[in-house]
């Protein structure tokens, strides 16, 4: 169904299938309170608008941008992305 709806949305400009959030990585709770409140109320807008868990999201929006800013310091060196992502692995564990 969802393969549909997003060829739908794609080839005719039908309303673009939502629940795709789900398989972006989003918080099922934020997909959720995204289609029932057709994308207004949200209590945060980050990387994606939150609905739940506000402070767990900004947390967890905080540690995106700290690893974004690693990336793209190794970046401005020439390291290959697999090495960075091996060395933000690391840092992480």
């Known amino acids: 169904i ?6 739908a949305y794609w080839m005719s400009g039908a309303e673009f299938p939502h ?3 789900i398989f ?7 997909v959720k309170g995204f289609i029932h409140h057709h994308g207004s109320n949200d209590l945060f807008t980050g990387y994606w608008k939150v609905y739940a868990r506000m402070p767990a999201k900004q947390d967890l929006f905080h540690r995106f941008e700290e690893i974004r800013k690693v990336m793209l310091h190794f970046l401005t060196f020439g390291l290959r ?13």
């Open 19 to 21: 629940e795709i959030g």
């Open 24 to 30: 972006l990585g989003y918080p099922i709770e934020d």
């Open 2 to 7: 969802l393969c549909k709806r997003y060829q």
């Open 81 to 93: 992305m697999e090495k960075i992502i091996a060395l933000i692995h690391g840092i992480e564990d």
